[in-house]
Structure formats: C-alpha cells, structure tokens
C-alpha cells in the first residue's frame, strides 16, 4: 500500500499543478502517466516474486500469475441461487408485507397477488435469461438496452439506476438493518435515529469493504446469510403449518370478502408485491463472473425464484393462522407479532435472523449494483476510473466504492421510503423497455445464437404488464412527484449530449488527472482485453 508519505507526495504534486492553471496540466499528467507506470510495473513484479500480500506463499503466486486482470469468473450455480434469494428474500416479508392486504382488501385476494406476482418475476426471468445467454455481458439492462435501442436509452437507464435506484435501495435495506439491530438497547422506546443512520452508515462501509476485498468472500457471506433468513422462513411456515393442522382457519374462511378494488389499487398491490420479488434479475448483473453461464442461469432462476414464490405464500399463510387481517394491518413489524404470539419465550429468534436477512440482501444488491457501475464506466456512460479493477483483488473496488458513498448519502434524508415508491414506476419503465428489446432483436439481431428461447407471447405479456404498472399508479394518483421522477430521468440526456456524445476536450483534460490520481491512490488498473 502507498505510504502517508507518497500520498502527500502526490497531492502537493497535483494541488501545486491546478494552481500553475492550464498550462501546469500537461506537466502534471506527463508525470502522473509516468508515475502510473512505474508504480504498476513494481506491483506486478511484487506478484512475480510473491510478495506485497502474497506473503511469498508459492501456491497463491501460482493463482495470481494465472489470471489476467479481469474479473473472474468465481460465481458457481449454488451462489447464483443464493444471490436471487438472498437478494429477493430482504426485510419487507418480515417487516410489512400489508401493502399487498391493503390494496387488495381481501385475504384470498392477497394470496393470489402474492402469487401472481412471482409468476410475472418468472416470466420477466425467462425473457431475461434469454437476453442473458444470447448477450453474455455483465450489467443486465444496460447491456441489453445498448444492443437493441442505442447508447441514449441505455445511457437513462444507467443514469437513473446508477445515481439514485440502485444506491437508494441499498440504503433502505441497510436502514432496515440498524432499526433491527439497535432495538435491543433500546427496549423501553424507539431507537434514535441518528443511531440507525450511524449504523446504517457502517454497515454499508463493512459491506463494500467485503465486496472490495474478495469476490469469493462476498459470495460466502450472501450463502451463510441467505441460509440464515431460511432458517427464520423454515420456522415461521413451519408454526402456521402446525396451526393450519389444529384448525385455526377463522381467518381464512370468507377469504374474498372484500370492498371493490379499483384499477389503480390492484395496480399498487401489484407495486407492494413485486417490490418484495425485486431481485429476480440479479444474476444478469454478473453474467461475466458467472460460471458456465448458459447452464446456471437458466438453472439458477428456475430454481431460485419458484422457491421464493413458495416461501412468500407460506409466509403469508402462516401470518393469517395467527392474525386477523386488521390485526396485520396494524401490526408495525408483522413476523415480530408472530413471534411474540407464537414463539414466546424465543420471540428474539425473529428480530435476531431479521438482521441477518436485511444484511444479506443488502449485500447482494451491492454486489450486483458495483458491477453495473463497472459497466457502465466501461462503456463511457460514466467517469472511466469506475471501470477500473483492483490489481490485487480484481474486484471492481471504485465502482463499489462509488455505489457506497451514494448509498450513504441517501441515508441522511428523512423519508427515502418516498422516493423510492416514486421511482419504482421508472423500474418498471426500463424493465418494459428490457423485455421489448428482445422482441426488438428477433426481428433486427436474427444472426444472434439463442441457447435459450422463450415463447415471443411471454415477451409481449410482460410488456403489456410493465405498461399497466407504469401507467395504473399514475392514473389513479397523479402525484406531482412523478413528474419530478420523470424530469430527472429526461434530464440525462442534457449530460448525455456533451459529455458522452460529444465528448467536450475540457471535460476530458479535467478528469484525465484526477482518473490517474485515484488509480493511483487505490491501486486500480483498467481491465484487460481478453476472450
């Protein structure tokens, strides 16, 4: 690692430069490149001799001289699976899954939105698992939109996911985290926020430092956390089907009864349960470091999805054993309730594994959301040091860094649940867009090989889907935020035109310097050119 020395040496270097103005720069980068150089031709002819975190160990020496610097493909079949689980499976089943039972206003009616929605996460899956098998490139949508509509529709999608969706997620599941973990100090009152923010804060800067360190680590810690939170959903099924067997079924008789729903409210049940099966295209996100990739993803959705589907309705089934829905409805934590009513003296078992679930999703979405930023630097969308990898690690480090220091800025505001509800509708904008795509290239990419084909109806099925839940929330609640979410997406385009399109000399002397000032202060190296 650079000493605090050579770190002051550097900045001096630079701050001294800016100062000189213009006519400094040349100076400056002439002595950066050169210093750029040096410094990676000393690492890697530390890695030679085995040492400098290799430790002289001639087994990892071996490892390392074999691998070129690219991301690896360390991904196996079994973590594909717990990376969609993991992810699907975060806080909002345990915590608030009323959404669905509100909207719908029917216990029958809830459980069939609930399934219904893990049938569409299935069948957007299989478009994707297409898309994925015939464009074998990380970053999921980006990928995809690039190929079929061009560089400016998946120039918004990265915009839009990069700098708010992907990071804002990351910071509700962590914030659900530190509510869950700081309550037990806190028995007689509702832990301060500033305490769950701080630990919100620091569990993200543990989780990218995992994601930063090693790949094969993160993905240990998403499996071990995953089985954590079946443990918790083996439990919970497990009480409501003992219930179920004793006869506790007031609550499911007359099960739809219920008000009229309106196109709207079936639209916004729709919203509540598929928010909770968000995580269903994770695995397009990694396709690169996926093993064997046109075997395991297909593998991977079809089992990991149908599984959750399954734990969701169980779930729900087993909550109605316990509650009435008014009880639900009103219940704060709902798998709290259930335990404190079914598991008592053992009650601390659910907020416990709770925590451990939040981790593992948030996790997960890291992991996933630092590789589409990766993408996203490599193809030019964004600042080019985001498509840098670690020389020793070969992890994406300044694309994770990146996506943590958004999330954590997103944990300061007071009410983030708000943008994220109003942003969901452009999530499903550019999930329609996805799936059209693939239509799209049926007809203009015909040369392309198909491993894997889906029926051209499911494609059009999920975008006539995608269009209802676009349009049904906005119909029925013409909220001016929408507008808001709308103009922000449009306003890419104004950062499109110069920055990508154009590519404005300025802007490329201005970042030149401090790209090679980060590469040097975090040791990153582009990626090589391989097959």
């Given at each position: 690692?650079?000493?605090?020395?050579?770190?002051?040496?550097?900045?001096?270097?630079?701050?001294?430069?800016?100062?000189?103005?213009?006519?400094?720069?040349?100076?400056?980068?002439?002595?950066a490149?050169?210093?750029?150089?040096?410094?990676?031709?000393?690492?890697?002819?530390e890695?030679?001799?085995?040492?400098a975190?290799?430790?002289?160990?001639?087994?990892?020496?071996?490892?390392?001289?074999?691998k070129?610097?690219?991301?690896?493909?360390?991904?196996?079949?079994?973590?594909?699976?717990?990376l969609?689980?993991?992810?699907?499976?975060?806080?909002?089943?345990f915590?608030?899954p009323?959404?669905?039972?509100?909207?719908?206003?029917?216990?029958?009616?809830?459980?069939?939105?609930?399934?219904?929605?893990?049938?569409?996460?299935?069948?957007?899956?299989?478009?994707?698992t297409?898309?994925?098998?015939?464009?074998?490139?990380s970053?999921?949508?980006?990928?995809?939109?690039?190929e079929?509509?061009?560089?400016?529709?998946?120039?918004?999608?990265?915009?839009?996911?990069v700098m708010?969706?992907?990071?804002?997620?990351?910071?509700?599941?962590?914030?659900?985290?530190?509510?869950?973990?700081?309550?037990?100090?806190?028995?007689?009152?509702?832990?301060?926020?500033?305490?769950?923010?701080?630990?919100?804060?620091?569990?993200?800067?543990?989780?990218?430092?995992?994601?930063?360190?090693?790949?094969?680590?993160?993905?240990?810690?998403?499996?071990?956390?995953?089985?954590?939170?079946l443990?918790?959903?083996?439990?919970?099924?497990?009480?409501?089907?003992?219930?179920?067997?004793?006869?506790?079924?007031e609550?499911?008789?007359?099960?739809?009864?219920?008000?009229?729903?309106?196109?709207?409210?079936?639209?916004?049940?729709?919203?509540?349960?598929?928010?909770?099966?968000?995580?269903?295209?994770?695995?397009?996100?990694?396709?690169?470091?996926l093993?064997?990739?046109?075997?395991n993803?297909?593998?991977?959705?079809?089992?990991?999805?149908p599984?959750v589907?399954?734990?969701?309705?169980?779930?729900?089934?087993?909550?109605?054993?316990?509650?009435?829905?008014n009880?639900?409805?009103?219940?704060?934590?709902?798998?709290?309730?259930?335990?404190?009513?079914?598991?008592?003296?053992?009650?601390?078992?659910?907020?416990?594994?709770?925590?451990?679930?939040?981790?593992?999703?948030a996790?997960g979405?890291?992991?996933?959301?630092?590789?589409?930023?990766?993408?996203?630097?490599?193809?030019?969308h964004?600042?080019?040091?985001?498509?840098?990898?670690?020389?020793?690690?070969?992890?994406?480090s300044?694309?994770?860094?990146?996506?943590g220091?958004?999330?954590?800025?997103?944990?300061?505001?007071?009410?983030?649940?708000?943008?994220?509800?109003?942003?969901?509708?452009?999530?499903?904008?550019?999930?329609?867009l996805?799936?059209?795509?693939?239509?799209?290239?049926?007809?203009?990419?015909?040369?392309?090989?198909?491993?894997?084909?889906?029926?051209?109806?499911?494609?059009?099925?999920?975008?006539?889907?995608?269009?209802?839940?676009?349009?049904?929330?906005?119909?029925?609640?013409?909220?001016?935020?929408f507008?808001?979410?709308?103009?922000?997406?449009?306003?890419?385009?104004?950062?499109?035109?110069?920055?990508?399109?154009?590519?404005?000399?300025?802007?490329?002397r201005l970042?030149r310097?401090?790209?090679?000032?980060?590469?040097?202060?975090?040791?990153?190296?582009?990626?090589?050119?391989?097959?």
């Open positions: 690692m650079m000493t605090v020395w050579s770190l002051y040496r550097y900045t001096n270097t630079w701050v001294c430069s800016w100062m000189k103005g213009w006519t400094g720069w040349p100076t400056l980068i002439l002595w490149e050169n210093k750029v150089e040096e410094t990676f031709k000393e690492k890697r002819m890695c030679q001799n085995g040492s975190g290799l430790n002289g160990d001639p087994t990892m020496m071996d490892k390392r001289l074999g070129a610097t690219v991301l690896q493909k360390e991904v196996g079949l079994l973590s594909a699976i717990c969609i689980v993991g992810t699907m499976i975060g806080s909002g089943i915590i608030s009323k959404g669905v039972l509100l909207n719908s206003g029917a216990v029958g009616s809830c459980l069939l939105i609930w399934t219904a929605c893990g049938v569409l996460a299935m069948l957007g899956a299989l478009c994707y297409e898309l994925g098998t015939m464009i074998p490139n970053g999921g949508e980006h990928s995809y939109l690039m079929a509509f061009g560089s400016p529709v998946a120039y918004l999608y990265s915009w839009t996911s708010v969706s992907k990071p804002s997620g990351v910071a509700i599941i962590t914030l659900s985290f530190a509510e869950y973990a700081s309550t037990p100090f806190y028995p007689e009152c509702s832990p301060p926020v500033i305490v769950t923010k701080c630990l919100a804060a620091a569990a993200i800067v543990f989780i990218v430092t995992i994601n930063c360190f090693s790949v094969k680590l993160a993905n240990y810690v998403q499996n071990i956390f995953t089985a954590a939170k443990f918790l959903i083996v439990i919970i099924v497990g009480a409501g089907i003992v219930f179920l067997v004793e006869g506790k079924t609550n499911l008789s007359n099960a739809f009864d219920a008000k009229s729903m309106s196109v709207g409210g079936i639209g916004l049940a729709f919203y509540s349960g598929l928010w909770a099966y968000d995580g269903w295209n994770q695995v397009n996100f990694i396709t690169e470091e093993k064997n990739p046109f075997r993803m297909p593998l991977a959705i079809l089992i990991g999805i599984f589907t399954m734990c969701y309705v169980m779930v729900n089934l087993a909550y109605f054993t316990v509650m009435t829905p009880e639900l409805l009103m219940s704060p934590a709902v798998a709290l309730t259930f335990g404190d009513r079914v598991l008592y003296p053992m009650s601390w078992i659910v907020p416990l594994f709770v925590v451990f679930s939040t981790f593992g999703a996790n979405t890291c992991f996933t959301s630092g590789r589409l930023a990766y993408v996203c630097g490599r193809e030019g964004m600042v080019e040091i985001l498509s840098f990898i670690s020389l020793r690690r070969l992890t994406p300044p694309a994770l860094m990146f996506n220091f958004l999330a954590i800025l997103y944990i300061i505001p007071a009410d983030i649940n708000t943008l994220i509800n109003y942003f969901s509708f452009a999530q499903w904008l550019f999930y329609g996805t799936i059209l795509s693939l239509i799209v290239m049926r007809f203009t990419r015909k040369e392309l090989k198909r491993p894997v084909k889906v029926p051209i109806i499911i494609a059009v099925l999920m975008v006539l889907i995608s269009c209802f839940l676009v349009l049904a929330p906005i119909i029925d609640n013409p909220a001016i935020e507008l808001y979410c709308a103009i922000f997406i449009l306003s890419g385009l104004l950062l499109y035109y110069p920055f990508v399109y154009l590519k404005v000399e300025w802007a490329c970042m310097p401090i790209t090679i000032y980060l590469q040097l202060l975090m040791e990153v190296v582009p990626p090589e050119k391989c097959e």
